[in-house]
């Protein structure tokens, strides 16, 4: 007999008040008895609406049913047949707007906690299970990919079961893109990331750290060496200003700068030697997961005042819900429908205020939502010392200058093609933030799967 | 790891270091850049390619010992590893074209400003060097900036050695002795920011294309942060991918000065609490 709660089976988590002066995980995660009693909500539909909202299509009812037999092994074997990544999705997958958007339980309560259960057998598996993984067969054919976030670390996955000689180029001294510099700790623990990494290793894919694609080695020269096929997972990195008064004034930074300074870099770590400020009040410009992150730090970090300044309500937040409500828990205050217009600071250059004019929602915009306008005469001040710009990146333009050929739309986007990857090169494909913009975790991982399978019937087609 | 493969001390204060990385040696160029990590714990910072040697796979830099990161490098000895060296990052000099120039060096910035001098002179250029050091003891590649240049100009602030002054006092002397060919088609300035600021003033009166490099607070080097980022003609630029050269006479000096103080006085503090830490377990 299904369990008929209306509810989710809340995850253990750290106390708001606690966690938010550390770094460790926020969510603790199911226990065995706990995930089979959530898995019991789940009423195995035959037409499994869930599965057509992951972007990679994980077997949800099945691995669910595995969960509930107390299979915890087979159900991450179930998982893992589509998402190489499921300990770094079942964490910060938007759940709510894909798989768990379509359950049929949502007609009456909340969804089944997918997330939550997919995590949870990650987990499991991580903790009971030590498997050598096997060295597959080579095949004698090189590949490179450029790049190690989730688009290229699939990429080089699949590439690598199928006998390929992968290697992957990365521009920083440490491999998982945005896993590792963007999205902190207590969200997703680096040494989730790093194991995943390292069972890459395992299966021979080989990491030359501290490479810039397009400057120290080109698309060309990596032909000339013997790839067949190249791709470019090189994510969304170019930080965006907004442009007002006041932006270079010390204690300024952009969403990338804050953050790697604290994740890649660990700032926060008393044994390692980055600097970051001491602040007391900060302001975080913008909406999506990267603000909420940025703001958490900055809390953690020790400030008594963050505010989160967002131009919109909060219906149209583009963050995790999960996200917006512990950032809520832990003392974030939200100021939304607010615009910053100038960054004010004293006579050493040193940020000591911003002023924000107040915004209403006006007519929808191309994106859908409603376009926020400024309300005359609503200019008021916040004091501040430091300010976050968290509005978004757009792909770096270093791969695209230095790639003769290589087309990019006017947002400077990759172009490649939907279902395979290929870019206007031969033999190029691309993937992941630097064709879509900012997006997401699963969607990068999808767009790596695609590749490794486009260029493994390219390299085949050409025998 | 990147293996340091050669290890010399200027001055005091002053270390040249070679190190096996043959991939930045093979496309280094003048003007460019690399990061390093020294080890794991530490921080990444910018340094100036003072050389590179493409057959041997070596790349040379020149380091002065301000903070912790240079201190740690700086007792590191031949033969030992250091975890990261990232690069070549940033665009080249643009050397093409220039028939006669002046490069100024101030401190340890002769070390990054002789490279230039090189470059141009070995593209025919004819070269004036001025090198500005605070007195005799911290003067280093004397020899080398010889050979890099057509007449080396020394200062010293308190003339213990060559001209007595400010490099700018040399700049003035040799524009205005030019004045009426004003055949200079060049001057690049290259030390502390205070140093470029003036020489960027001076050059302005004579209405001289002017070149400098700034190495602001970095730590990706490939446009992903904007911690670099610098006011040049009224527009913000990242150092690191729209650098680290610049017209002087659109660089927003005053802006500069003052980011770059940013996190002096953390750095200041880990720095002598390394010194402390090594005195006592000496
Ligand atoms: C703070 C933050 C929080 C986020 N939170 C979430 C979330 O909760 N859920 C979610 O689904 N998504 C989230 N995202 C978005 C998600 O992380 C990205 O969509 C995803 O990482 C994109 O993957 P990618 O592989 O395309 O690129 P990236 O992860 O950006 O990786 C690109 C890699 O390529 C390297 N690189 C770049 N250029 C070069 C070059 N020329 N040569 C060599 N290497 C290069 C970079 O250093 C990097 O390691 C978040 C993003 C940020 C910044
Ligand atoms: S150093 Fe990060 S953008 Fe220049």
């Given at each position: 007999m299904a369990n008929m709660s209306k509810t989710k089976l809340p995850i253990p988590e750290q106390d708001p008040l606690v966690r938010n002066s550390n770094f460790d995980e926020v969510a603790l995660g199911y226990t065995e008895e706990m995930a089979v009693e959530e898995a019991e909500?789940?009423?195995?539909?035959?037409?499994?609406?869930?599965?057509?909202?992951c972007p990679v299509n994980v077997k949800i009812p099945e691995f669910i049913t595995l969960i509930k037999e107390n299979d915890f092994e087979g159900a991450y074997k179930k998982i893992k047949e589509t998402n190489s990544l499921p300990a770094v999705c079942g964490r910060v997958c938007p759940q709510e707007t894909q798989c768990e958007a379509l359950c049929v339980r949502t007609k009456n309560g909340e969804s089944v906690g997918i997330g939550r259960l997919e995590r949870f057998a990650a987990d499991w598996y991580m903790k009971n299970v030590d498997e050598k993984a096997e060295k597959p067969t080579p095949n004698g054919h090189k590949v490179a990919v450029i790049g190690s976030g989730p688009a290229g670390l699939t990429c080089a996955g699949d590439l690598v079961q199928l006998g390929y000689d992968v290697t992957i180029f990365e521009a920083f001294h440490k491999s998982g893109g945005v896993l590792v510099y963007g999205i902190p700790e207590f969200r997703l623990p680096k040494a989730i990331v790093q194991a995943e990494i390292d069972k890459l290793l395992e299966l021979g894919v080989k990491l030359e750290t501290n490479v810039l694609g397009g400057k120290v080695i080109t698309v060309d020269e990596l032909f000339e060496q013997g790839y067949e096929a190249i791709f470019l997972g090189t994510g969304a990195g170019l930080p965006m200003f907004m442009n007002i008064p006041g932006e270079n004034y010390n204690g300024v930074y952009s969403a990338n700068e804050f953050l790697t300074r604290i994740n890649?870099?660990?700032?926060?770590?008393?044994?390692?030697d980055t600097p970051i400020g001491v602040f007391k009040n900060v302001a975080v410009v913008g909406g999506g997961n990267v603000a909420m992150d940025s703001a958490r730090c900055a809390k953690r970090l020790g400030a008594e005042n963050v505010y989160i300044v967002y131009r919109r309500s909060e219906v149209e937040m583009p963050a995790r819900l999960e996200e917006v409500h512990h950032a809520k828990e832990e003392g974030i205050i939200f100021k939304i429908l607010c615009n910053p217009v100038e960054i004010l600071a004293d006579d050493r250059g040193y940020v000591d205020g911003i002023r924000c004019i107040e915004m209403e929602l006006g007519e929808p915009d191309d994106s859908g939502r409603r376009r926020p306008v400024p309300k005359e005469g609503s200019e008021f001040e916040l004091e501040v010392d430091c300010v976050v710009m968290a509005i978004g990146t757009s792909p770096n333009p270093i791969m695209k200058d230095n790639t003769p050929g290589l087309e990019v739309n006017r947002r400077g986007c990759i172009v490649a093609?939907?279902?395979?990857?290929?870019?206007?090169?031969?033999?190029v494909y691309a993937g992941g933030d630097a064709v879509t913009g900012a997006a997401t975790v699963i969607l990068a991982m999808g767009a790596g799967k695609d590749a490794a399978k486009a260029m493994d019937e390219y390299i085949r087609s050409k025998k | 790891m990147y293996k340091i493969t050669f290890k010399k001390r200027l001055n005091e204060q002053v270390v040249q270091m070679e190190i096996l990385a043959p991939l930045v040696a093979k496309k280094a160029q003048p003007g460019q850049f690399i990061i390093l990590r020294v080890n794991e714990e530490g921080e990444r910072i910018p340094l100036t390619i003072a050389g590179y040697d493409r057959e041997k796979g070596t790349v040379q830099v020149i380091f002065q010992i301000v903070g912790k990161t240079t201190l740690s490098l700086s007792q590191k000895e031949e033969g030992e590893f250091i975890s990261d060296f990232a690069g070549p990052l940033g665009k080249p000099s643009e050397i093409e074209g220039v028939q006669k120039a002046i490069v100024v060096g101030g401190g340890l910035g002769t070390a990054i400003a002789y490279p230039y001098a090189k470059a141009l002179h070995d593209n025919g250029a004819e070269v004036d060097m001025i090198a500005g050091f605070k007195?005799?003891?911290?003067?280093?590649l004397e020899d080398e900036m010889k050979r890099a240049c057509t007449r080396l100009h020394i200062m010293t602030d308190d003339g213990?050695?060559?001209?007595?002054?400010?490099?700018t006092v040399r700049l003035k002397e040799l524009l205005e002795e030019d004045k009426e060919k004003n055949s200079y088609d060049l001057v690049v300035a290259i030390g502390p920011l205070i140093m470029m600021k003036f020489c960027a003033l001076t050059t302005k009166e004579y209405g001289v294309k002017t070149v400098v490099s700034l190495n602001p607070i970095m730590i990706?080097?490939?446009?992903?942060?904007?911690?670099?980022r610098v006011t040049v003609g009224g527009e913000t630029k990242f150092a690191c991918v729209d650098g680290p050269e610049f017209d002087a006479h659109q660089v927003d000096f005053d802006e500069a000065i003052r980011r770059s103080a940013f996190y002096k006085e953390q750095e200041t503090k880990a720095y002598e609490a390394h010194k402390c830490r090594l005195e006592e377990m000496r």
């Amino acid at each position: 007999m299904a369990n008929m709660s209306k509810t989710k089976l809340p995850i253990p988590e750290q106390d708001p008040l606690v966690r938010n002066s550390n770094f460790d995980e926020v969510a603790l995660g199911y226990t065995e008895e706990m995930a089979v009693e959530e898995a019991e909500r789940c009423l195995n539909c035959k037409n499994k609406p869930c599965e057509a909202g992951c972007p990679v299509n994980v077997k949800i009812p099945e691995f669910i049913t595995l969960i509930k037999e107390n299979d915890f092994e087979g159900a991450y074997k179930k998982i893992k047949e589509t998402n190489s990544l499921p300990a770094v999705c079942g964490r910060v997958c938007p759940q709510e707007t894909q798989c768990e958007a379509l359950c049929v339980r949502t007609k009456n309560g909340e969804s089944v906690g997918i997330g939550r259960l997919e995590r949870f057998a990650a987990d499991w598996y991580m903790k009971n299970v030590d498997e050598k993984a096997e060295k597959p067969t080579p095949n004698g054919h090189k590949v490179a990919v450029i790049g190690s976030g989730p688009a290229g670390l699939t990429c080089a996955g699949d590439l690598v079961q199928l006998g390929y000689d992968v290697t992957i180029f990365e521009a920083f001294h440490k491999s998982g893109g945005v896993l590792v510099y963007g999205i902190p700790e207590f969200r997703l623990p680096k040494a989730i990331v790093q194991a995943e990494i390292d069972k890459l290793l395992e299966l021979g894919v080989k990491l030359e750290t501290n490479v810039l694609g397009g400057k120290v080695i080109t698309v060309d020269e990596l032909f000339e060496q013997g790839y067949e096929a190249i791709f470019l997972g090189t994510g969304a990195g170019l930080p965006m200003f907004m442009n007002i008064p006041g932006e270079n004034y010390n204690g300024v930074y952009s969403a990338n700068e804050f953050l790697t300074r604290i994740n890649l870099m660990k700032a926060y770590r008393g044994d390692y030697d980055t600097p970051i400020g001491v602040f007391k009040n900060v302001a975080v410009v913008g909406g999506g997961n990267v603000a909420m992150d940025s703001a958490r730090c900055a809390k953690r970090l020790g400030a008594e005042n963050v505010y989160i300044v967002y131009r919109r309500s909060e219906v149209e937040m583009p963050a995790r819900l999960e996200e917006v409500h512990h950032a809520k828990e832990e003392g974030i205050i939200f100021k939304i429908l607010c615009n910053p217009v100038e960054i004010l600071a004293d006579d050493r250059g040193y940020v000591d205020g911003i002023r924000c004019i107040e915004m209403e929602l006006g007519e929808p915009d191309d994106s859908g939502r409603r376009r926020p306008v400024p309300k005359e005469g609503s200019e008021f001040e916040l004091e501040v010392d430091c300010v976050v710009m968290a509005i978004g990146t757009s792909p770096n333009p270093i791969m695209k200058d230095n790639t003769p050929g290589l087309e990019v739309n006017r947002r400077g986007c990759i172009v490649a093609d939907e279902s395979t990857g290929q870019t206007s090169l031969e033999g190029v494909y691309a993937g992941g933030d630097a064709v879509t913009g900012a997006a997401t975790v699963i969607l990068a991982m999808g767009a790596g799967k695609d590749a490794a399978k486009a260029m493994d019937e390219y390299i085949r087609s050409k025998k | 790891m990147y293996k340091i493969t050669f290890k010399k001390r200027l001055n005091e204060q002053v270390v040249q270091m070679e190190i096996l990385a043959p991939l930045v040696a093979k496309k280094a160029q003048p003007g460019q850049f690399i990061i390093l990590r020294v080890n794991e714990e530490g921080e990444r910072i910018p340094l100036t390619i003072a050389g590179y040697d493409r057959e041997k796979g070596t790349v040379q830099v020149i380091f002065q010992i301000v903070g912790k990161t240079t201190l740690s490098l700086s007792q590191k000895e031949e033969g030992e590893f250091i975890s990261d060296f990232a690069g070549p990052l940033g665009k080249p000099s643009e050397i093409e074209g220039v028939q006669k120039a002046i490069v100024v060096g101030g401190g340890l910035g002769t070390a990054i400003a002789y490279p230039y001098a090189k470059a141009l002179h070995d593209n025919g250029a004819e070269v004036d060097m001025i090198a500005g050091f605070k007195t005799k003891d911290l003067v280093i590649l004397e020899d080398e900036m010889k050979r890099a240049c057509t007449r080396l100009h020394i200062m010293t602030d308190d003339g213990s050695y060559g001209g007595s002054g400010m490099v700018t006092v040399r700049l003035k002397e040799l524009l205005e002795e030019d004045k009426e060919k004003n055949s200079y088609d060049l001057v690049v300035a290259i030390g502390p920011l205070i140093m470029m600021k003036f020489c960027a003033l001076t050059t302005k009166e004579y209405g001289v294309k002017t070149v400098v490099s700034l190495n602001p607070i970095m730590i990706d080097g490939t446009g992903m942060c904007g911690g670099c980022r610098v006011t040049v003609g009224g527009e913000t630029k990242f150092a690191c991918v729209d650098g680290p050269e610049f017209d002087a006479h659109q660089v927003d000096f005053d802006e500069a000065i003052r980011r770059s103080a940013f996190y002096k006085e953390q750095e200041t503090k880990a720095y002598e609490a390394h010194k402390c830490r090594l005195e006592e377990m000496r």
